[in-house]
């Protein structure tokens, strides 16, 4: 009943209020989501060239990074005529990045987390935000979660209902409960299964390692009852141990997703489970090689994305320094978007042998979880060229031996001269978002 009110009648009044345009966008992403990948690469090559000639005539960076280049559009390859935006370029140059044809009354700003250490400011406004919200109402849908489906966040540091406004919100549109996944224990998830029997949400949506620990916990308690039609996993990696671990327990399949602070949503599984689909009408994501040029399906390479819907803050060809592995085909889904075979860390999670091959460490650790019984959960961190510290957190399966063959397989892939320190602990260090990461190299980050 509840769910049917916030679908049909609060989530339109909230934006006939705000005089919002998001649900006017997501039935339109409705609709091209199934339109064949030509005609939705017409419509990116139209957004690309219009969102091009405005950075060009209104920021300052582009007018000056794109001065003697040609900016003729015909085709997504154009693309490649403009150079690419780095991290830095965006940090150094913030003001020159803003849209002159924007009042600042217009503008929201965020800052990311900056778990690398180095926040950074952006900028956006209300219709890029609107449509942003959209794109991520389209991917819950296709996880399970429609407009006002009871949910269970997942989360670090949960928002505090700060006014009768926030309440409203809580209450008639997200309906969210939560677990806070900065105290994760025996207790918080009693609390949590005591809430869930209650309240009955549907669908659970969160970081993708704290929604494992929730089902180890689940698995451990013999609790049985936590069966969301739904999983969404979104902000981290998904390993896929986790994965099989989460979906064995909790019965339900989950759906990962990726996205970034800088622009949204990036791409997203479908029900059929196989890939991420890109959200390709507000984002042209490239898959680079180290040498610039466009990878295979199937090759390691780097995310760049240009966002095509942001106009105060244009970034057109950004290194989002996020590693990724491409498929080719199309989808039994019938969606028209093309795909993301996995995301594989970090540039900045990599590690590095003596010689200075660079190791993905995430997929290091999702591959060693998977191969190495007893091993519950993993963290591997760089601290000098030639010294690797490996966290890990024991399973019931552990003993003497999974210890030794885990020390082996990192000498064999880092070589005999990488010493390998193994601590057992009982959880992994979090980052102070909530977060974890797999895979830290000091030595590069320093
Ligand atoms: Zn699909």
Not at 31 to 58: D, G
Not at 190 to 217: D, E, T
Not at 364 to 393: A, C, F, P, S
Request: hydrophobic share 40%.
């Amino acid at each position: 009943m509840m769910e049917a009110l916030s679908k049909h009648v609060f989530y339109p009044l909230w934006d006939i209020r705000e005089r919002a345009d998001r649900l006017a966008e997501l039935k339109r992403l409705e609709k091209s989501q199934y339109w064949s990948p030509e005609r939705l690469r017409e419509l990116q090559i139209n957004r690309l060239q219009s969102i091009v000639q405005h950075a060009f005539k209104s920021c300052p960076f582009y007018a000056n990074f794109y001065r003697d280049l040609n900016l003729r559009i015909e085709d997504i390859a154009d693309l490649r005529k403009l150079p690419l935006v780095s991290k830095s370029d965006v940090r150094e140059g913030l003001n020159d990045f803003l849209s002159k044809s924007f009042g600042k009354e217009t503008i929201y700003e965020s800052r990311t987390g900056g778990s690398t250490g180095r926040a950074l400011t952006l900028y956006f406004d209300k219709r890029c935000q609107e449509h942003r919200n959209a794109a991520a109402m389209r991917s819950d849908r296709w996880a399970g979660r429609d407009l006002g489906t009871k949910t269970a966040g997942i989360w670090g540091n949960p928002p505090r209902t700060a006014g009768f406004k926030d309440w409203v919100r809580s209450s008639f549109l997200n309906r969210l409960v939560y677990l806070d996944t900065m105290a994760i224990n025996e207790q918080s998830v009693c609390n949590f299964v005591s809430m869930w029997k209650r309240q009955r949400p549907k669908v659970i949506f969160g970081h993708s390692h704290s929604i494992y620990m929730l089902a180890r916990y689940l698995e451990n308690l013999g609790v049985e009852e936590v069966r969301p039609v739904g999983i969404i996993a979104t902000s981290m990696m998904l390993l896929d141990h986790e994965r099989s671990v989460i979906e064995q327990v909790m019965g339900c399949k989950v759906s990962n997703r990726y996205g970034c602070e800088e622009v949204g949503l990036i791409s997203a599984e479908c029900p059929e489970h196989r890939k991420m689909h890109v959200n390709s009408e507000h984002v042209i994501v490239e898959l680079l090689r180290r040498d610039g040029q466009p990878a295979l399906p199937g090759e390691e390479a780097e995310v760049v994305v240009t966002d095509l819907i942001n106009y105060t803050m244009p970034l057109i060809r950004y290194r989002v320094e996020d590693m990724a592995v491409g498929v080719e085909g199309v989808c039994d889904c019938g969606r028209g978007l093309p795909m993301i075979d996995k995301i594989i860390g970090r540039v900045a999670d990599f590690l590095q042998k003596a010689d200075g091959t660079l190791v993905a460490g995430v997929s290091l650790v999702e591959r060693t979880l998977t191969d190495i019984k007893g091993l519950d959960q993993m963290q591997l961190i760089q601290e000098l060229r030639d010294e690797l510290q490996v966290n890990i957190v024991p399973g019931r399966l552990y003993t003497p031996q999974s210890k030794v063959l885990l020390h082996d397989e990192l000498k064999r892939v880092f070589g005999d001269v990488m010493r390998i320190q193994i601590n057992e602990l009982s959880s992994l260090p979090q980052e102070k978002t909530g977060k974890y990461r797999f895979s830290i190299n000091k030595v590069m980050q320093s």
